[in-house]
C-alpha cells in the first residue's frame, strides 16, 4: 500500500488530500498513469513528485510502505 499525497488544486479535483493505493514496486510514471486513468488527473503530468519527502524522477521506483507526494507547480507574484 502506498500513501499519496495531493496538494494545492490537486486535492480540489480528488476532493481529499491524501489516498491509500494499492500497488508497490512500480516506477513514478507509471503510478502517474495509473492514478490519471483512475481520477481522471491529466494535471499530474506537470507536476513535482516526492517519495518519502525526497523529490523523485519518473523512473524512481515506489515500494508498499512509500508516501508519494504530488505537487503542483506555484505561481507567485
Not at 516506477?27 to 525526497?54: C, D, H, P, W, Y
Amino acid at each position: 500500500m502506498i500513501t499519496v499525497l495531493f496538494f494545492a488544486q490537486l486535492q480540489e479535483v480528488i476532493g481529499k488530500e491524501r489516498i491509500e493505493f494499492e500497488a508497490s514496486n512500480i516506477t513514478v510514471g507509471e503510478l502517474k498513469e495509473k492514478l490519471m486513468r483512475s481520477f481522471q488527473l491529466s494535471q499530474l503530468e506537470n507536476v513535482m513528485t516526492a517519495i518519502n519527502e525526497e523529490y523523485a524522477l519518473a523512473e524512481d521506483v515506489v515500494s508498499d510502505g512509500d508516501i508519494v507526494a504530488f505537487i503542483p507547480p506555484v505561481s507567485g507574484g
